[in-house]
């Protein structure tokens, strides 16, 4: 089989959690999946290497992108995908996500979920007998992190050295930029507002994956962290979850936002990038957003792709 080299190289998934579980030999063999996967559709065609295979979508949190390109994903590698709603289901209400995994592993080969608690997707993981991907939750979105890297690697090159200049709150996106980031040796300047960085542990815990010129630094200044910057990346002030938190936030928040001074700090050819939903005039300007710098829906597209390289993985016999 033309991909099957490529899926063994990933020799330690049972599930995708965190790309913290990875070690950067296999996060590099993923992208190099997800490149090839894509070079493959691009070309003309679908790789059906998940004929008659079958994966659960279970969401607690609306999704666009999530939701679409694990379906699509599916569908191009041959297989079928299952939308469950939040209201079907309404697992660790109606029941536990023990319960869950359970039931679901009966009918399925494979289980995404996008949840509010981290908590949840490692219970869906340990009790079930299929493969569990981790959607988003509020603790990380490796999906996610899996197709920045992807949209970077396309139009950079090596990772390795990369100065990437994260701007904005310290949510799941960016713990999951940085995991990724440092197992990938990337250059990564966090700016945050005093009281929304990351913790300390998710810093530790960075410190142990770092690897050839990998490095992480915090900032309050946001123009000091994008200076000379090859990526300047986003996201909303407010996430799924913290609504309470809106108003508050928006006052806190405006000297982040990506704006036209802000991006000539970086470098001239920078790119920017944002996970989406972006809310325009808030985090990023529509300027920004639909400049010529901007790989927003590039980065969009690429999460198609690098959930494909997931799931072949995963799900591949």
Same mark, same amino acid.
């Given at each position: ?25 296999? +996060? ?6 997800? +490149? ?12 059906? +290497? ?60 494979? +289980? ?206």
């Amino acid at each position: 089989m033309r991909f099957k080299q490529a899926i063994n190289d990933v020799i330690s998934m049972k599930h995708y959690l965190s790309l913290s579980e990875l070690s950067a030999t296999e +996060i590099k063999n993923l992208l190099d999946l997800a +490149i090839s996967l894509k070079a493959a559709f691009k070309s003309g065609g679908n790789t059906p +290497i998940l004929q008659g295979k079958s994966l659960a979508l279970v969401f607690q949190k609306p999704s666009l992108r999530t939701r679409v390109s694990f379906e699509m994903g599916m569908v191009h590698l041959g297989g079928y995908a299952l939308m469950i709603s939040p209201s079907e289901v309404k697992m660790g209400v109606r029941e536990t996500a023990a319960d869950v995994a359970r039931v679901l592993s009966g009918y399925v080969d494979g +289980i995404m979920a996008r949840v509010f608690n981290h908590d949840h997707v490692v219970e869906l993981a340990e009790y079930a007998s299929v493969p569990v991907i981790n959607g988003l939750s509020d603790y990380n979105h490796p999906a996610q992190a899996l197709a920045d890297l992807l949209t970077m690697v396309e139009y950079k090159g090596d990772l390795s050295g990369l100065k990437v200049a994260y701007v904005g709150d310290g949510n799941n996106v960016v713990r999951s930029l940085l995991f990724g980031g440092m197992q990938t040796g990337i250059d990564l300047r966090i700016a945050t507002p005093a009281g929304y960085a990351l913790s300390e542990d998710d810093y530790d815990a960075a410190d142990q994956l770092k690897n050839g010129p990998a490095a992480f630094k915090a900032f309050t200044d946001p123009h000091e962290a994008v200076r000379d910057a090859d990526v300047v990346y986003t996201d909303v002030w407010t996430s799924m979850g913290d609504e309470a938190e809106t108003e508050k936030r928006l006052k806190v928040f405006p000297p982040y936002q990506v704006n036209r001074q802000l991006v000539a700090g970086a470098k001239e050819n920078a790119i920017v990038m944002h996970c989406l939903p972006a809310h325009r005039g808030e985090e990023i300007t529509a300027e920004i957003a639909d400049g010529p710098q901007s790989v927003v829906f590039h980065q969009a597209e690429n999460r198609l792709h690098a959930q494909k390289a997931i799931l072949a993985t995963l799900l591949a016999d």
